[in-house]
T-cell receptor, first 107, second 120 residues
């Protein structure tokens, strides 16, 4: 199975900050990567698909980039509702595999 | 709007069986592969298995941890995917989510999940 290495595992940030989260795949996955936000007790919410395409209804302060093995999720102008855990997920090949998650909390 | 409603979870003893359902709406169910994922308390997300659309043969594949115990099926006429869980173990305790899978628009979690607790 493809291994997804996500970093950092946690970070503290303030409202208005820019946050970047990275994900590295153990092999080339072209652009078959999604980014998800999860809040306690809720299902993961798709933010970005195909590495850089914003899901409908997701604020434009979220953006994704990368291809091949290295990917980045950027959150500009962090808002209070953005404090959550973020996951990358490769869907290049089954089994789809997640990164370990990045918990973003308030500094 | 894509909606997926998981149901059928509950408390069950080790070794027993449970069937989960995923009722879909807002898209043409028959056109999509469907996956099941799970999340144990305080843990990350794990893929359980998926079933292809009939166009791609309708076959299911499973994670090693559940192969031989779990079965995924689908009823395209009702827009429902099922997860039959047999010989349940304590380590199967988790919230189970179904997803709509697309090579174009990614894997979509559209429901709230259903909690399965395996305990004696």
């Amino acid at each position: 199975a493809i291994q997804m290495t996500q970093s950092p595992s946690s970070l503290s940030a303030s409202v208005g900050d820019r946050v970047t989260i990275t994900c590295r795949a153990s092999q080339d996955i072209t652009n078959d990567l999604g980014w998800y936000q999860q809040k306690p007790g809720k299902a993961p919410k798709l933010l970005v698909f195909a590495a850089s395409s914003l899901e409908s209804g997701v604020p434009s302060r979220f953006s994704g980039s990368g291809s091949g093995t290295d990917f980045i999720l950027t959150i500009d102008n962090l808002q209070p509702e953005d404090f959550a855990t973020y996951y990358c997920l490769q869907d290049y090949i089954y089994p789809p595999t997640f990164g370990q998650g990045t918990k973003v909390d308030i500094k | 709007e894509v909606q997926l409603v998981e149901s059928g979870g509950g408390l069950v003893q080790p070794g027993r069986s449970l069937r989960l359902s995923c009722t879909a709406s807002g898209f043409t169910f028959a056109d999509y592969s469907m996956s099941w994922f799970r999340q144990a308390p305080g843990k990350g997300l794990e893929w359980v298995g998926f079933i292809r659309s009939k166009v791609y043969g309708g076959k299911a594949d499973y994670a090693t941890s559940v192969k031989g115990r779990f079965l995924i099926s689908r009823d395209d006429s009702k827009s429902i995917a099922y997860l039959q869980m047999n010989s349940l173990k304590i380590e199967d305790t988790a919230v189970y989510y179904c997803t709509r899978d697309s090579r174009i628009v990614g894997i979509y979690f559209g429901g709230q999940g259903t909690l399965v607790s395996v305990s004696s």
